[in-house]
Antibody, heavy 118, light 106 residues
Framework: QVQLRQWGAGLLAPSETLSLTCAVYGGSFNTYYWSWIRQSPGKGLEWIGEVTDGGVTNYNPSLKSRVIISADASKKQFSLDLTSVTAADTALYFC????????????WGQGNLVTVSS | DIQLTQSPSTLSASVGDRVTITCRASQNVDSWLAWYRQKPGKAPKLLIYAASGLESGVPSRFSGSESGTEFTLTIDSLQPDDFAVYYCQQYYTYPFTFGGGTKVEV
C-alpha cells in the first residue's frame, strides 16, 4: 500500500523559510506527479505546485516567486521550500500523488500544520 | 485561474438519503475534474476522477456526472461515514484549483 509521510518545522517566524519533505513508501516514484497543497480557513484548499520524478515543475503563479519544489528520485522524496513566510502562510500543508495528468490526487500525506508567528 | 463554485455550501441529510452536490466551473475544464471527501483533521480522499471515474476501492454509492461546465457528485444511500466535507478540483489547466467545499451534516 502506498504511503506518503511528510515532515518539517511546524512553527516559523515571519520572513523565515518553510521547508517540508515528503517520502514515498510502498510504491514507485517514477512516472508520477508529486504535488503540494495547503489548506487554511480563509482560503480553503490551494494547490501550490508539483514536480515530476524528472524534476519538471509547475507552480501556482500566486506563490511562484517564493516556491521551490524539488525531487530526489533516489530517495523517493520530494520537498517544498517557501521563502519569506508571513502569517498568511499559516496552514495545513499536504503532499500528494497523481498517477497522470488525467487523474486526480490519489494518495495524500498526513498533513503538517505550519504556523507563522512572531 | 479557473473558479469552481460548489453548491450548496452546507447540506443537511440523514442516513439513507440520496445527496447531490454541484460544482460549476468558470470556464471549460473538459472532463478533468475530481471529487474528494475530507473528514476533520484528515487529508482529502479521492472519490471520482475524470468527472465520472470511480476511484478504486470507493463504494459504488458514489457517482459523478457532467453537463458542460456543471459537474455533479451523487451519493446514493448516505452512510454514517459520509458526513464530511466534499471538494471538487479541476486539473485541466494550471494552476489547479479547488471548489470552496460542501459540508454534509446531520
Amino acid at each position: 500500500q502506498v504511503q506518503l509521510r511528510q515532515w518539517g518545522a511546524g512553527l516559523l517566524a515571519p520572513s523565515e523559510t518553510l521547508s517540508l519533505t515528503c517520502a514515498v513508501y510502498g510504491g514507485s516514484f517514477n512516472t508520477y506527479y508529486w504535488s503540494w497543497i495547503r489548506q487554511s480557513p480563509g482560503k480553503g484548499l490551494e494547490w501550490i505546485g508539483e514536480v515530476t520524478d524528472g524534476g519538471v515543475t509547475n507552480y501556482n503563479p500566486s506563490l511562484k516567486s517564493r516556491v521551490i519544489i524539488s525531487a530526489d528520485a533516489s530517495k523517493k522524496q520530494f520537498s517544498l521550500d517557501l521563502t519569506s513566510v508571513t502569517a498568511a502562510d499559516t496552514a495545513l500543508y499536504f503532499c500528494a500523488r497523481s498517477p497522470s495528468r488525467y487523474y486526480g490526487l490519489d494518495f495524500w500525506g498526513q498533513g503538517n500544520l505550519v504556523t507563522v508567528s512572531s | 485561474d479557473i473558479q469552481l463554485t460548489q453548491s450548496p455550501s452546507t447540506l443537511s441529510a440523514s442516513v439513507g438519503d440520496r445527496v447531490t452536490i454541484t460544482c460549476r466551473a468558470s470556464q471549460n475544464v473538459d472532463s478533468w475534474l475530481a471529487w474528494y471527501r475530507q473528514k476533520p483533521g484528515k487529508a482529502p480522499k479521492l472519490l471520482i476522477y475524470a468527472a465520472s471515474g470511480l476511484e478504486s476501492g470507493v463504494p459504488s454509492r458514489f457517482s459523478g456526472s457532467e453537463s458542460g461546465t456543471e459537474f455533479t457528485l451523487t451519493i446514493d444511500s448516505l452512510q454514517p461515514d459520509d458526513f464530511a466535507v466534499y471538494y471538487c478540483q479541476q486539473y485541466y489547466t494550471y494552476p489547479f484549483t479547488f471548489g470552496g467545499g460542501t459540508k454534509v451534516e446531520v
